[in-house]
Nanobody, 122 residues
């Protein structure tokens, strides 16, 4: 089993920055891809934000490209999401997820964190 614990969410004004962290523990040697998903208020499904696989191949959603960056620290078993120039439409619950498959998709994710709330409002 793999446990994922997110942190770093909060309430900020538009234009601010936040860094989300996701600490992984357990049988992490099986993990091939990790990513961030979010669910906006009133949204009926989660949307992909960013992902990074074991070969360091990254993918960023068009809606956050140029503002968000995904990275990881293998020594700390931690995944990060640096979020800059935050907009009100970035308000959402952000989830860290991981999969044993090389490709991260919502359907492929085997493990999920509990989520961390990000609220962007003036």
């Amino acid at each position: 089993q793999v446990q994922l614990v997110e942190s770093g969410g909060g309430s900020v004004q538009p234009g601010a920055s936040l860094r989300l962290s996701c600490a992984a523990s357990g049988d992490i040697s099986r993990i091939r891809c990790m990513g961030w998903m979010r669910q906006r208020p009133g949204g009926d499904r989660r949307e992909p934000v960013a992902r990074i696989d074991v070969n360091e191949v990254k993918s960023i959603a068009d809606s956050v490209k140029g503002r968000f960056t995904i990275s990881r620290d293998n020594a700390k078993n931690t995944l990060y999401l640096q979020m800059n120039s935050l907009k009100p439409e970035d308000t959402a619950m952000y989830y860290c997820a991981a999969t044993r498959f090389l490709i991260c998709t919502e359907a492929n994710y085997n493990y999920w964190g509990q989520g961390t709330q990000v609220t962007v409002s003036s």
